[in-house]
């Protein structure tokens, strides 16, 4: 039987982080903030503190050299943050589980918001490349779970809801501190894919049919997992190419990263703002 919820795994991945982090591991964390593909700049320069994903067990170690690959305890805006910097894709071979691996030893560390980013393509035909996406929805197709085999209750719930998964009071917070910065951010339904391979104009055009205005290949297992562990999440993706099915163009992965690169500094403007009231897990607007 398929088991995707590793306690144990989970549990000594923990034990090895905390006695890596040292005194860093004595702080709670309240935010959890994973850092995906071109996106790596945007808590600055961590590679100090950073304890990379080979040494810890049981995680993950992607061969994609666009994600660096380590975890993190900072302090951003004043605010204690771990941050998972690169992360594992389902197009490399590796389990649901171990995709979520990160999700679940920030849990462990006490993280109760956690920010996903991402890079992705544009659906959307209203929507223009290098910009942010706030992500307000997600479809799940890449036919898998995180939370496959036996229920760990002290996680989550069997049944998860699944009505309100981006926190509806971070969402408008997002949006209002984008504006108070200038700073454009579109919004919608994120569609999750399998991957590896790019989309057809056929694909596109079911994808967009099916409500989606922004598609890629990560986050919406790990959106899962936080949402079981109920966390309050809160996504964005930098809109790196557009597709539409009448004149696609050709996407590179060099033009993605690049692309990505290019809005990391908006995003990092924006979750510097957003932070102290992410840590609160009671403010309101
Ligand atoms: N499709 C899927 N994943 C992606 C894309 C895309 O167009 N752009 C960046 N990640």
């Known amino acids: 039987m398929q088991n995707m919820q590793n306690v144990d795994q989970v549990e000594e991945c923990l034990g090895v982080l905390r006695a890596?982090?040292?005194f860093a591991a004595e702080t709670q964390?309240?935010?959890g903030l994973i850092l995906g593909?071109?996106?790596g700049q945007v808590a600055g320069d961590l590679e100090q503190s950073a304890v990379a994903f080979s040494e810890l067990p049981h995680f993950p170690v992607s061969r994609a050299s666009s994600h660096a690959g380590f975890l993190a305890a900072t302090r951003l805006s004043g605010v204690p943050v771990l941050v998972q910097s690169g992360r594992c894709h389902l197009f490399e071979g590796f389990s649901p589980a171990e995709i979520c691996m990160g999700v679940r030893v920030m849990h462990g560390m006490g993280v109760h918001t956690l920010v996903v980013t991402n890079a992705a393509g544009a659906l959307n035909p209203d929507f223009e490349v290098d910009r942010l996406f706030l992500i307000c929805d997600q479809i799940n197709l890449t036919g898998v779970s995180p939370l496959t085999g036996i229920n760990h209750e002290a996680w989550g719930v069997r049944f998860p809801d699944m009505s309100q998964v981006f926190d509806c009071h971070l969402r408008?917070?997002?949006q209002k501190t984008a504006i108070n910065l200038g700073i454009a951010l579109e919004r919608g339904t994120y569609v999750g894919i399998h991957g590896p391979e790019l989309e057809t104009p056929a694909e596109t055009r079911l994808y967009r049919a099916l409500g989606?205005?922004?598609i890629?290949?990560?986050s919406v297992l790990e959106v899962i997992c936080a949402k079981h562990l109920g966390m309050r999440i809160l996504g964005f993706s930098c809109l790196t190419n557009k597709?539409?099915?009448d004149c696609m163009v050709e996407v590179a992965i060099e033009d993605i990263i690049a692309s990505s690169q290019r809005a990391a500094k908006d995003l990092a403007r924006l979750l510097l703002s957003l932070l102290p009231d992410l840590a609160d897990k009671l403010a309101k607007d």
């Open 243 to 245: 597709n539409l099915p």
């Open 37 to 39: 593909t071109g996106l």
């Open 172 to 174: 408008t917070l997002a």
């Open 29 to 31: 964390y309240p935010v």
């Open 216 to 218: 890629g290949m990560s």
């Open 20 to 22: 890596k982090l040292g």
């Open 212 to 214: 989606g205005d922004a």
